[in-house]
């Protein structure tokens, strides 16, 4: 198949999924269930009519509001439509083997949610990051047999690393980190290193600018949620970790 035809289906296939993300994000935190009812508006409860539930387009089309109440439809929606898409085609292009897109695409699908998820509500559920482990591993079993070693010892270093710091500083640290750390190892591989090394200096890095505009007794208090950075690592991970590994392996240990 032609990478173009690949990035046009990854990319449609993307939007649409990017379009169940949300209705992830929105219901799972309110524990409301994903199927039942069907999409409709928060504030007046009228049913989306198909032609309203376009990903992206949709939302252009209404000018960003509800086609009954007029209520405004947060631009969370297309950014997490477009969002997906978007890496969905980079792991097509970025990735050669049928292992790499569907552990790439798999990831994808559950670190968006679990980011945006983590940023509004403090929480990553366990719906998202168990099944997703257990995807890894059959995914993984499946079309890459020989790899499958290397990925189940890098889940259990990253778990083990961040419960380490979770027992260390529990309010610093969550069991949902935790387990989106050994998730993203059960994905990644060796490359869940460079995954965990971004994660860490991004989070520092936002600490310490938080710190530096509010005080660091006020900084100190402030509750910053881990999943976004864990999911920024786990995508440098996922598109660049193998090649900065490896630069680090030239480097240091030959």
């Known amino acids: 198949m032609p990478v173009s035809v690949s990035c046009a289906f990854a990319g449609v296939f993307g939007a649409i999924f990017g379009s169940f993300l949300n209705v992830v994000i929105y219901r799972l935190p309110?524990?409301?269930?994903?199927?039942?009812?069907?999409?409709?508006?928060?504030?007046c409860g009228a049913a989306v009519r198909p032609i309203d539930n376009i990903p992206v387009l949709s939302w252009l089309l209404l000018r960003g509001h509800c086609r009954r109440c007029d209520e405004p439809i947060s631009p969370r929606y297309p950014a997490v439509e477009l969002a997906t898409a978007a890496l969905a085609?980079?792991?097509?292009?970025?990735?050669?083997?049928?292992?790499?897109i569907v552990l790439g695409v798999v990831l994808v699908l559950l670190l968006v949610p679990c980011a945006v998820i983590?940023?509004?509500?403090?929480?990553i559920p366990n719906i998202l990051t168990g099944p997703g482990a257990l995807l890894a591993v059959?995914?993984?079993?499946?079309?890459?047999?020989?790899g499958e070693p290397s990925r189940l010892i890098a889940g259990a270093a990253a778990g083990g690393f961040l419960l380490l710091a979770a027992l260390a500083y529990p309010r610093g640290m969550g069991m949902?980190?935790?387990k989106l750390a050994g998730m993203l190892?059960?994905?990644?591989?060796s490359a869940v290193a460079p995954a965990m090394?971004?994660?860490l200096l991004s989070g520092v890095g936002v600490g310490a600018v938080i710190?530096?505009?509010?005080?660091?007794?006020?900084?100190r208090k402030t509750a910053i949620p881990f999943g976004p950075y864990l999911a920024l690592g786990g995508l440098v991970g996922l598109f660049a970790g193998g090649p900065l590994v490896h630069l680090y392996l030239q480097t240091f240990v030959h």
Not at 118 to 123: A, F, G, P, T, V
Not at 138 to 146: K, W
Not at 185 to 189: K, P
Not at 211 to 219: D, E, K
């Open 89 to 100: 085609v980079g792991v097509v292009v970025a990735e050669r083997s049928a292992a790499g």
């Open 197 to 199: 090394l971004v994660a």
């Open 176 to 178: 949902g980190d935790v």
């Open 185 to 189: 190892g059960l994905f990644l591989g």
């Open 211 to 219: 710190m530096a505009r509010t005080g660091t007794a006020t900084g």
């Open 138 to 146: 059959v995914a993984g079993t499946a079309l890459d047999p020989a």
């Open 118 to 123: 983590d940023l509004e509500h403090r929480i």
């Open 30 to 43: 309110r524990r409301e269930s994903l199927v039942s009812p069907g999409s409709h508006c928060p504030s």
